[in-house]
């Protein structure tokens, strides 16, 4: 394994907050906070980041990889700096969704889940984001954009773009 | 105790014993992968899925593994509607499953083997294609067969309840979901091999077994672990005089369902040990292969000459706790009735290193089997009393019953031991002890061994031959009965059970043991009776 | 005609933020909190819960009085609120969650305190980001305010309330994988019977799961009393206002309150202004992807949860799907069972091998290579699943949607895999009438063809 990954001051008072949140005897509830923390930290959740939170949990680090590998939003390898992720079920995918995707594969140049060469954008498919009155809808990174088409995508773009 | 009823037939089992134990008990099969009784019920293969009555003449489908009995229940277990879900998860296990039986070392053991031919639906309906995932090398002793895993997470389960140890875990989601140890941190604690016997398909083996021959061709061998004081109750896989494996046999009182690595794995030592092939005598102060009467002439020459000399009884006798009770006995006897009140000892290497897991099953500092046993039968003082006899001349002749691979001298006894005018050693092969010896008289390995020994809790168990010393060695008991013949002293007849019948009459404590009341499972000293305290 | 209320959609005063507490508070928030805090024992709380009628809103339809009732005498014991959302096709708590987070707030208090709980939890599922973020600032702010922590309102009562993150997995919001997740473990369903959280929860111990709308809707029992809440809606059906969202094929997606007694042919052509484009109805979600579809002719019904289960369908959260004649209903299907196929949490044999199994074979008629023999191997793989798994996602919606999608549109699954391509017939032939298949109760989604008319399609 590489060096051992550890969180900086900051993160570690905020690890010590989320913990607070729990019973002392029970600190492996915490487990998903600290992967999302980890995940803020370091973009991924690598082996390294695991083994981190295991350590700051007490727990055997396959019980953090049991966890980290499970759930969907844990990157496992690094992605772009945007994270975009088209909702593809049947609501969004009765909306449209199929054109919003493909607009974007196409503009991007990338395909299901791969990054751009210059490592600014990752491309996604979401399940149901529950904003299905709103479809087709993307996330991008932590937010949600709504009522969704090629021309919006654009926009989102050439924002992104900008920022 | 609860009557049940199981397919309209009354039975009467034990309350609250899990279903499917209890089924197991009265000889019926419950199918069922994911539960084992050593662990915890989980729940998630489905296979057992029977019928319960729920509300009066209603039956819903339950779990057996979860269900735990009481008075009055009542089963169906050959409805329709069981044996459809048995067919449905035969199918879904063998989907995405290699069919791999051929190369499989699991072949003849496998539960879905077995299952799927007595439950299985004979044609596949699966046109799609399968998951492959590849092989992983799961630590030291244990390889994963990802494509032949079903998920049962009996093995996870191992190493979080019995070890404690959690190298095991579940990784991925849903159907990719795969056993996996994490990255730098293998399967690798005191039990891991554990694992491989509880899988019920072909995923986990141990290394140590791939590719040895396929397994319906071996004898099986009930018997005990060598490997320390805590005595686990095994099962040997034997095939032309050969170990191919040990498995752990159930106890509840000693090892569980379990046995440790070490103790698995050490009939290997045993079984490469260079044994020797004939008695040895010292001649021109170097070790000589002889005839067996050779060797007998040497020693009894050998021992009434030191009996002959100063002193009330210049011989000391060490027992062996490598030796079973009866032969320590036998060498009790023929030094108090051939040897005049001999000084007795017991030879008995370095402690190891001793561990509980988390579920409490404990190897034993004690690396040696049978070290209490022998202790009883000999009424023996400390290994240091005997060297203290040799130093101050009291101790002119020693007879020991050696036999330990694993039993190497330390420079003041090899001092002492060289100091002896006299040295008779039972040994298996050319060690250190044996090359100071005058008569060397080859003996038999544990594996080879007929009789008892008696556990660290005072457990007595029956030891089994996996097949007989080698031509030109003997089973100690009749070498000492060789001996004693040599020198006047009758020790009886050669069967185990008639020793033990004796010590049961002259050793205290094992007044009342007999062959049939230690059986498959042994039976306490004292009469305390079927000791209660889990091996784990 | 149904009238809509606005009774949880009540808007807030314009160009108020909604997680700002003051604002709530001026409006009379936090009301329901001093009411039950300050005048009612727990007993009455539990008795007035009770009385309301009440169906929990997360899918089940189950009494929350009764849930209330058997959680066991132990103590602690915890709540978990569940706002795990993840149903497609159900957006009425992120609905709530945006608009009224001290509502929400306000009922987990209440609950509580009825039932003496301490700690508790709201399950925020992962991908919620402002909305976490809300809550937890909402949550600080009635921490300042004093309706949470140590002795609360003077009342002596102490309480904490935090979020816990969920990360993506549609099992968390199932009760017992909501569970195993808060405890840090794979969010493995727990086998039930034979113990239910009430009785072995959150660390061992009692635990009250509602769903969040639920505990709003606690918060707004106590405000207006159970004796006018059961007055909404029927009572032998589901009392109180119940919010429908509608998305798909509409023209006015969004979220509408109505009592349960409205139908679905209301919900899609007055509250929701009807079909796009004017198009025919071709069929109808009524209550998240996992609630079996219902045809044409079958959107006359009311919305209560037992009208709908009469139809062998089910209210479930309340979200409805809505499809026009031009939808391909294999590809609905696909699409419905490749998210069962993602989200299987894999720890069961049936879901983790049988979903995903069925889902490779409807891609397959889909991309015109079905086999005569696959739709009837679907049905004994749903029937192979059915009732047979840890969690009930192995049939919903694992096994719901495959089942009673392919028997109502039998016709139009046998014309792809005859064609052997994706065709969507014309809309008359695409489905069968009422009379062609039957539901076998009790459970929901438990539809076959009946025979002749099998024989006569197929
Ligand atoms: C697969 C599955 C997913 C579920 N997802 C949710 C969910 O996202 N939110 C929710 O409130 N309930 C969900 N439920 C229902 C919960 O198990 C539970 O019944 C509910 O939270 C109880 O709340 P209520 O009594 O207030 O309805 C789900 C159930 C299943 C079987
Ligand atoms: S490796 Fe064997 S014991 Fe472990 S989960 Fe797979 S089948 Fe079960
Ligand atoms: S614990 Fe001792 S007796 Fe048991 S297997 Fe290990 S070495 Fe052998
Ligand atoms: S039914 Fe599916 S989701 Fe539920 S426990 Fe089984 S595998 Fe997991
Ligand atoms: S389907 Fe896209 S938000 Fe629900
Ligand atoms: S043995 Fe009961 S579910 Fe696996």
Same mark, same amino acid.
């Given at each position: 394994m590489a060096t051992p990954l550890e969180f900086t001051e900051a993160a570690r008072e905020r690890a010590a907050k989320i913990l607070d949140r729990y019973p002392a005897e029970y600190r492996k509830s915490a487990v998903v906070p600290l992967l999302h923390l980890a995940q803020e930290e370091w973009g991924h959740v690598s082996p390294e980041a695991m083994a981190c939170v295991a350590r700051l949990i007490g727990c055997s680090p396959v019980k953090v990889a049991e966890i980290a590998t499970f759930y969907p939003m844990f990157n496992r390898e690094p992605v772009g700096e945007h994270v975009l992720a088209v909702c593809h079920t049947l609501p969004c995918a009765l909306t449209g969704c199929g054109s919003v995707f493909d607009h974007l594969s196409e503009k991007l140049g990338i395909g299901l889940g791969e990054t751009t060469a210059d490592g600014r954008f990752t491309l996604r498919k979401s399940e149901c984001l529950a904003a299905c009155d709103r479809g087709p809808v993307l996330l991008v990174n932590r937010r949600l954009h709504t009522h969704v088409s090629p021309e919006k995508v654009d926009e989102i773009l050439t924002e992104l773009e900008k920022g | 105790m609860a009557t049940i009823t199981i397919d309209e037939q009354q039975y009467t089992v034990e309350e609250g014993r899990n279903l499917i134990d209890a089924a197991a008990d009265l000889g019926i099969d419950i199918p069922h992968f994911c539960y084992h009784p050593g662990l915890a019920p989980d729940g998630n293969c489905r296979m057992c899925l029977t019928e319960m009555e729920i509300r009066p003449g209603q039956f819903g489908i339950v779990t057996s593994c979860t269900i735990r009995i009481k008075d009055g229940m009542n089963f169906r277990f050959n409805s329709p509607a069981v044996l459809d879900n048995r067919k449905g998860i035969m199918e879904f296990l063998l989907i995405n499953h290699p069919l791999d039986c051929p190369w499989c070392d699991q072949a003849g053991e496998c539960k879905l083997q077995d299952h799927s031919f007595d439950h299985g639906r004979g044609h596949s309906r699966f046109v799609e294609t399968k998951r492959v995932p590849p092989k992983k090398d799961l630590g030291p002793h244990i390889t994963l067969y990802t494509t032949r895993c079903i998920l049962c997470q009996r093995c996870t389960r191992f190493c979080d309840e019995i070890t404690g140890t959690s190298e095991l875990g579940v990784v991925q989601m849903g159907s990719k979901s795969e056993i996996a140890t994490f990255e730098g941190v293998p399967l690798d604690n005191r039990m891991s091999a554990n694992v491989a016997d509880?899988?019920?398909? +072909?995923? $986990?083996?141990? =290394?140590?077994? /791939?590719? !040895?021959?396929?397994? *319906?061709?071996? @004898?099986?061998? @009930?018997? /005990?672990?060598?490997?320390?004081?805590? #005595?686990?109750?095994?099962?040997?896989?034997? $095939?032309?005089? !050969?170990? &191919?494996?040990? =498995?752990?046999?159930?106890?509840?009182?000693?090892? #569980?369902? *379990?046995?440790?690595?070490? +103790?698995?794995?050490?009939?290997? #030592?045993?079984?490469?040990?260079?044994?020797?092939?004939?008695? $040895? !005598?010292?001649? @021109?102060?170097?070790?000589?292969?002889?005839? *067996?009467?050779?060797?007998?002439?040497a020693a009894v020459s050998g021992i009434q000459a030191v009996l002959a000399g100063e002193g009330d009884s210049a011989m000391g006798v060490v027992g062996s706790s490598m030796a079973t009770n009866e032969e320590n006995y036998l060498l009790r006897r023929l030094g108090a009735e051939a040897f005049g009140s001999p000084r007795t000892g017991l030879d008995r290497k370095p402690d190891g290193e001793a561990w509980t897991s988390k579920s409490g099953f404990h190897i034993d500092a004690d690396k040696t089997p049978n070290t209490r046993g022998a202790r009883d039968m000999l009424g023996a003082g400390s290994p240091e009393d005997i060297l203290r006899g040799i130093g101050d001349g009291t101790i002119r002749g020693l007879y020991v019953l050696g036999g330990d691979i694993g039993r190497t001298l330390s420079s003041e006894e090899t001092d002492a031991f060289s100091k002896l005018e006299f040295l008779v050693v039972h040994d298996v092969h050319r060690s250190d002890l044996a090359e100071l010896a005058d008569v060397v008289f080859p003996g038999a390995i544990p594996f080879e061994k007929n009789g008892t020994m008696t556990n660290a809790q005072g457990r007595v168990q029956r030891l089994s031959p996996a097949f007989p010393p080698p031509s030109g060695a003997r089973e100690d008991g009749a070498i000492l009965r060789y001996v004693g013949q040599r020198m006047g002293v009758d020790l009886g007849g050669t069967d185990p059970a008639g020793v033990l019948e004796e010590i049961a009459g002259n050793v205290d404590g094992y007044a009342g043991l007999t062959y049939d009341l230690i059986g498959d499972q042994g039976a306490m000293t004292g009469g305390e009776g079927p000791s209660e305290a889990a091996g784990g | 005609m149904a009238a809509p209320l606005e009774i949880l959609t009540a808007p807030l005063p314009a160009e108020t933020d909604p997680g700002d507490i003051d604002a709530y508070m001026a409006g009379g928030g936090y009301g329901a909190v001093r009411k039950a805090l300050k005048s009612m024992s727990q007993t009455e709380l539990i008795e007035e819960i009770n009385a309301s009628g009440i169906k929990g809103r997360g899918g089940a339809g189950f009494s929350t009085g009764m849930k209330w009732n058997l959680c066991a005498d132990r103590f602690p014991r915890y709540l978990c609120a569940n706002a795990d959302e993840s149903e497609p096709g159900s957006f009425k708590d992120r609905h709530l969650l945006e608009a009224k987070p001290h509502q929400i707030i306000e009922g987990m208090i209440i609950t509580s305190y009825a039932l003496g709980i301490n700690l508790g939890y709201i399950y925020i599922r992962g991908e919620f980001f402002q909305i976490i973020d809300q809550m937890e600032a909402a949550l600080e702010d009635a921490r300042k305010h004093g309706f949470l922590g140590a002795d609360i309102l003077g009342t002596g009562y102490d309480l904490e309330l935090y979020v816990h993150p969920g990360a993506g997995a549609y099992i968390c919001g199932e009760e017992t994988g909501l569970i195993e997740s808060l405890e840090g473990n794979r969010p493995?369903?727990?086998? =039930?019977?034979?113990?239910?959280?009430?009785?072995?929860?959150?660390?061992?111990?009692?635990?009250?799961?509602?769903?969040?709308?639920?505990?709003?809707?606690?918060?707004?029992?106590?405000?207006?009393?159970?004796?006018?809440?059961?007055?909404?809606?029927?009572?032998?059906?589901?009392?109180?206002?119940?919010?429908?969202?509608?998305? +798909?094929?509409? =023209?006015?997606? #969004?979220?509408?309150? &109505?009592?349960?007694?409205?139908? $679905?042919?209301? /919900?899609?052509?007055?509250?929701?202004?009807g079909i796009r484009d004017d198009n025919r109805l071709k069929g109808v979600i009524p209550g998240g992807i996992s609630a079996p579809i219902l045809t044409p002719e079958e959107i006359d019904t009311p919305m209560g949860f037992g009208a709908l289960g009469k139809l062998g369908s089910m209210g479930g959260t309340g979200g409805i799907i809505v499809m026009d004649e031009t939808t391909s209903m294999v590809d609905a299907l696909l699409n419905a069972s490749s998210f069962a196929a993602h989200e299987s949490c894999g720890q069961c044999t049936p879901c983790r091998e049988g979903v995903p199994w069925m889902n490779d074979i409807l891609r397959r008629i889909r991309n015109g290579q079905g086999r005569d023999e696959d739709l009837d191997l679907l049905l004994d793989i749903c029937k192979q699943i059915h009732g047979h798994t840890v969690c009930v996602f192995g049939q919903a919606p694992g096994v719901w949607p495959v089942r009673t999608i392919l028997v109502k549109y039998w016709p139009e699954f046998r014309a792809c895999i005859e064609r052997k391509e994706l065709v969507v017939p014309p809309l008359e032939e695409s489905y069968l009438r009422p009379d062609q298949y039957e539901h076998i109760p009790p459970v929901p989604g438990n539809f076959r063809l009946k025979t002749e008319e099998a024989d006569a399609a197929g």
């Open positions: - | 509880i899988c019920p398909v +072909g995923a $986990l083996v141990t =290394k140590d077994f /791939l590719y !040895k021959p396929r397994i *319906w061709h071996y @004898d099986k061998v @009930d018997t /005990l672990c060598p490997g320390c004081a805590t #005595g686990c109750n095994t099962t040997l896989e034997v $095939l032309h005089q !050969k170990i &191919y494996r040990t =498995k752990p046999r159930h106890n509840e009182a000693v090892n #569980g369902y *379990w046995m440790c690595d070490e +103790g698995r794995f050490c009939y290997h #030592g045993w079984q490469d040990a260079d044994r020797l092939q004939a008695p $040895l !005598k010292r001649v @021109d102060g170097e070790l000589r292969q002889v005839t *067996w009467p050779d060797a007998m002439d | 493995y369903p727990r086998l =039930k019977p034979p113990f239910f959280p009430a009785a072995i929860g959150l660390w061992g111990q009692p635990t009250i799961v509602n769903n969040v709308e639920t505990m709003a809707q606690i918060a707004t029992i106590v405000d207006m009393g159970a004796e006018a809440y059961k007055q909404i809606g029927s009572e032998d059906d589901t009392t109180g206002p119940r919010l429908f969202g509608l998305c +798909g094929h509409v =023209k006015k997606p #969004g979220i509408y309150e &109505y009592d349960s007694d409205v139908t $679905l042919r209301e /919900l899609i052509y007055d509250a929701a202004g």
